[in-house]
């Protein structure tokens, strides 16, 4: 299925006429099988994130309405696409029953385009708390430009953007079997970062150029990350429980040895300054959590500025995939670099390695 998936044909034959009623529901119906978090109001298959929806993911409310597209600390945020049900129309949008562009906060917010049933372009620009602020609906010719949804012969669907007849903008690619593919497209083929969303809501980050594609990650490794970070928590407290009951140990000691007026000469010295000195044997030949160099023993600090490179990476690869998004390109990518090269140069002073992204500094 992935292959099917990553390699969909259009043809014209193919186009698909919208289902008379609920047609979202038909469409989705088997992708949200199998979903990560489900209640009465919605549910929601995606990235998670620390136990919040992060990332990408797909997003069905009480009504019926349906988002697919990018999410931040729980909330709408980024770009995406939403869906509302028959006989609805996408808030402060008259006529429009597909909205793909940007959101903040869960509100329009940005760039973003209206679609009407029939695929037509109802207003294209911009919007400011979910309200477009230029004239409604849009007077300009797009006649070229239109949503629409489109069959292979392996009964996979294509539900997005169409422009002088190819796949060009935002869309999903809707496996028979339940997978689910979302992202970019230009000239027809899949183009910049997208997310591979199996039925089993298992997941891969992608990012394609000219159709070739390198996996960035998936939930395998996340959460392959997340147990080393758990079980490096255990190894820090570990070593910290280990060295506080040396301290007590040898503490208590010391203020026998005082009371008693015998101080011993392997634990407590007179300096020529008359300081004490004090040489705890225990303690020293416990190896502190930076003698390993182990990543694990860094603890949540390593782990954290990992991540925090890691998205920083990500973000160049956007920049550098529509770098017409960018009105400073340059000076936000040297920017991005910069602060990736003073992650790696940190932990490399602390002994430890963050391997360099390709694309740091790799301004183009």
Same mark, same amino acid.
Request: glycine share 10%; proline share 3%; aromatic share 12%.
């Given at each position: 299925?992935?292959?099917?998936?990553?390699f969909?044909?259009?043809s014209?034959?193919?186009?698909?006429?919208?289902?008379?009623?609920?047609?979202?529901?038909?469409?989705?119906?088997?992708?949200?099988?199998?979903?990560?978090?489900?209640?009465?109001?919605?549910?929601?298959?995606?990235?998670?994130?620390?136990?919040?929806?992060?990332?990408?993911g797909?997003?069905?409310m009480?009504?019926?309405? @349906? /988002?697919? &597209?990018? *999410?931040?600390? %729980?909330?709408?945020? +980024? =770009? $995406?696409?939403? #869906?509302v049900? !028959?006989?609805?129309?996408?808030?402060?949008?008259?006529?429009?029953?597909?909205?793909i562009?940007?959101?903040?906060?869960?509100?329009?917010?940005?760039?973003?385009?209206?679609?009407?049933?029939?695929?037509?372009?109802?207003?294209?620009?911009?919007?400011?708390?979910?309200?477009?602020?230029?004239?409604?609906?849009?007077?300009?010719?797009?006649?070229?430009?239109?949503?629409?949804?489109?069959?292979?012969?392996?009964?996979?669907?294509?539900?997005?953007?169409?422009?002088?007849?190819?796949?060009?903008?935002?869309?999903?690619?809707?496996?028979?079997?339940?997978? @689910? /593919?979302m &992202?970019? *497209?230009?000239? %027809?083929?899949?183009? +910049? =970062? $997208?997310?591979? #969303?199996?039925? !089993?809501?298992?997941?891969?980050?992608?990012?394609y150029?000219?159709?070739?594609?390198?996996?960035?990650?998936?939930?395998?490794k996340?959460?392959?990350?997340?147990?080393?970070?758990?079980?490096?928590?255990?190894?820090?407290?570990?070593?910290?429980?280990?060295?506080?009951?040396?301290v007590?140990?040898?503490?208590?000691?010391?203020?026998?040895?005082?009371?008693?007026?015998?101080?011993?000469?392997?634990?407590?010295?007179?300096?020529?300054?008359?300081?004490?000195?004090?040489?705890?044997?225990?303690?020293?030949?416990?190896?502190?959590?930076?003698?390993?160099?182990?990543?694990?023993?860094?603890?949540?600090?390593?782990?954290?500025?990992?991540?925090?490179?890691?998205?920083?990476?990500?973000?160049?690869?956007?920049?550098r995939?529509?770098?017409?998004?960018?009105?400073?390109?340059?000076?936000?990518?040297?920017?991005?670099?910069?602060?990736?090269?003073?992650?790696?140069?940190?932990?490399?002073?602390?002994?430890?390695?963050?391997?360099?992204?390709?694309?740091?500094?790799?301004?183009?």
């Amino acid at each position: 299925m992935r292959k099917v998936i990553f390699f969909f044909i259009v043809s014209l034959c193919g186009v698909y006429t919208l289902p008379a009623q609920n047609w979202q529901e038909e469409i989705f119906k088997k992708t949200l099988e199998v979903v990560h978090e489900k209640s009465k109001k919605e549910c929601y298959k995606g990235q998670i994130m620390k136990n919040e929806r992060d990332g990408m993911g797909l997003l069905k409310m009480r009504d019926g309405t @349906l /988002y697919v &597209g990018d *999410f931040y600390k %729980g909330r709408i945020s +980024g =770009i $995406g696409m939403l #869906l509302v049900p !028959d006989g609805n129309y996408v808030s402060y949008c008259d006529s429009c029953t597909v909205y793909i562009g940007n959101y903040h906060n869960g509100k329009k917010s940005g760039i973003g385009t209206c679609y009407a049933r029939n695929g037509d372009v109802v207003y294209s620009g911009k919007f400011i708390e979910d309200k477009p602020i230029e004239s409604y609906p849009s007077t300009d010719d797009y006649s070229f430009r239109y949503f629409s949804l489109i069959k292979d012969d392996g009964q996979n669907m294509f539900v997005g953007e169409i422009y002088d007849g190819q796949l060009n903008g935002f869309g999903l690619i809707i496996g028979k079997n339940g997978d @689910l /593919y979302m &992202g970019n *497209f230009k000239n %027809g083929l899949k183009n +910049g =970062i $997208g997310l591979y #969303l199996k039925y !089993d809501a298992e997941w891969e980050i992608l990012n394609y150029k000219e159709n070739n594609y390198s996996v960035i990650s998936s939930s395998g490794k996340y959460r392959s990350a997340e147990a080393e970070l758990k079980q490096g928590k255990k190894q820090i407290r570990g070593i910290m429980l280990e060295n506080l009951s040396a301290v007590v140990t040898s503490a208590t000691q010391l203020v026998s040895s005082i009371q008693n007026n015998k101080p011993e000469n392997n634990s407590v010295e007179l300096s020529n300054s008359g300081n004490i000195n004090t040489s705890y044997n225990n303690i020293s030949s416990t190896k502190s959590p930076a003698d390993s160099r182990n990543p694990a023993s860094a603890g949540t600090a390593l782990s954290t500025d990992r991540n925090i490179y890691s998205k920083y990476e990500t973000q160049l690869i956007q920049m550098r995939t529509y770098p017409e998004r960018y009105p400073n390109y340059a000076s936000e990518y040297k920017n991005i670099s910069s602060k990736m090269q003073q992650i790696r140069a940190k932990w490399q002073s602390r002994g430890y390695t963050i391997t360099k992204s390709p694309y740091e500094g790799n301004l183009q």
